[in-house]
């Protein structure tokens, strides 16, 4: 109930002195209730919108040319037949050293453009100083007059 009655807004309004009627020459008051919005920016949802939002960005160029690869690559499918298909791939496929050697580097490149433009990781460590036991501790006047 508490929360409901957080998102009502009520609201006096003057409508002025009534002209006739019952109550001509009396002034006349109207209460409208109205329902406002909720706070989005307190949403927990916002959040996720957000997270969503920073998704879309990030992997934006895989979003669009991932559809438009799906249907070029069922279009030329689409069109042959089973034997055509298959005579396509396995008959008329011509490897020579200078295809698969740029596919090779073109793979190469790609994957090591991917690896390089990842964050790197970033560990935290636990810090603390090592105490050594009474037999290796060093006054401090020995210590300089030693060195």
């Known amino acids: 109930m508490a929360k409901e009655h957080a998102l009502l807004q009520t609201e006096i309004v003057n409508r002025g002195v009534e002209s006739s009627g019952p109550d001509a020459g009396s002034p006349t008051f109207s209460v409208r209730v109205r329902r406002r919005l909720p706070d989005f920016l307190q949403s927990v949802n ?3 919108v957000k997270l969503g939002y920073h998704y879309m960005i990030t992997h934006g160029i895989y979003l669009m040319t991932l ?4 249907v070029v690559f069922g279009a030329e499918v689409g069109s042959l037949s089973k034997e055509e298909l298959w005579r396509k ?7 020579d050293l200078a295809t698969v050697l740029a596919f090779v580097a073109v793979l190469v490149f790609t994957v090591s453009v991917y690896f390089m433009s990842r964050p ?8 603390a100083c090592y105490r050594p036991p009474d037999e290796n501790k060093v006054m401090y006047w020995l210590f300089f007059f030693v060195i």
């Open 120 to 127: 790197r990781a970033v560990y935290l460590i636990d810090f």
């Open 46 to 48: 916002l959040k996720y």
């Open 89 to 95: 791939v396995w008959d008329e496929a011509s490897n």
């Open 67 to 70: 559809p438009v690869l799906l």
